[in-house]
């Protein structure tokens, strides 16, 4: 069992930056795949970025180049640094941990990007 806790949203203006963070605990946080989605209003949920246990990451093309999910696995936290933020990336950001069949999931955190 992993429990995950955000943090971080808040109200930006466009162009303006946020970093996000996740909080693990409760089993092995190194081994686990973590990646941050989001979800707006009437929009399915959807990957922004990834970092596996490896270490490789990956990103949806509208971010790339903007935003950087790093992790620290001395402290079971993993990051979303948003850059050169648009309104567009206004949504609920959730975090998740993901490890064979297990997957686990934060309450969530709003961004919004708005003038």
């Known amino acids: 069992q992993v429990q995950l806790v955000e943090s971080g949203g808040g109200l930006v203006q466009p162009g303006g930056s946020l970093r996000l963070s996740c909080a693990a605990s409760?089993?092995?946080?190194?081994?686990?795949?973590m990646g941050w989605y989001r979800q707006a209003p009437g929009k399915q949920r959807e990957l922004v970025a990834k970092s596996t246990s490896g270490g490789s990451t990956n990103y949806v093309d509208s971010v790339k180049g903007r935003f950087t999910i790093s992790r620290d696995n001395a402290k079971n936290t993993v990051y979303l640094q948003m850059n050169s933020l648009k309104p567009e990336d206004t949504a609920v950001y959730y975090c998740?941990?993901?490890?064979?069949?297990?997957?686990?999931w934060g309450q969530g955190t709003q961004v919004t990007v708005s003038s």
């Open positions: 998740n941990a993901e490890f064979n069949a297990y997957s686990y």
């Open positions: 409760g089993s092995i946080f190194s081994i686990y795949a």
